[in-house]
Nanobody, 131 residues
Framework: QVQLVESGGGLVQAGGSLRLSCVAS????????MGWFRQAPGKEREFVAA???????TYSADSAKGRFTISRDNANTVYLQMNSLKPEDTAVYYC?????????????????????????WGQGTQVTVSS
């Protein structure tokens, strides 16, 4: 059973930074793309960022570009560095992982998002940005 455990959420003032971490366990390390989604109160879940298994290519939502950076340092750990945080970034952030070991080279960003939505999800970590 694959498990994704997020950490690093918390309360921060606007303009501050947080670094989220996610560790995957329960399967042999392999070529699994991973990413982050978020859901704010009363709003639909939205894609934030994703990264290929190799770490060589990333995908980001417009709201994240220039402020958030996704990275990974091994097959099972992914990070989301969030800078210049805004109150509208307040949400539960979920780590997600592809359920299959596959290349994303031929996928569009929309297809990557769909792949992750159908993959494994963590329990989420709360990020609250005060004004």
């Amino acid at each position: 059973q694959v498990q994704l455990v997020e950490s690093g959420g918390g309360l921060v003032q606007a303009g501050g930074s947080l670094r989220l971490s996610c560790v995957a366990s329960g399967r042999t390390p392999g070529r699994y793309g991973m990413g982050w989604f978020r859901q704010a109160p009363g709003k639909e879940r939205e894609f934030v960022a994703a990264i290929r298994w190799s770490g060589g290519m990333t995908y980001s939502a417009d709201s994240a570009k220039g402020r958030f950076t996704i990275s990974r340092d091994n097959a099972n750990t992914v990070y989301l560095q969030m800078n210049s945080l805004k109150p509208e970034d307040t949400a539960v952030y979920y780590c997600v992982a592809d359920s299959l070991a596959r290349s994303w080279a031929a996928l569009t960003t929309a297809q990557v998002m769909a792949v992750l939505e159908g993959g494994y999800w963590g329990q989420g970590t709360q990020v609250t940005v005060s004004s």
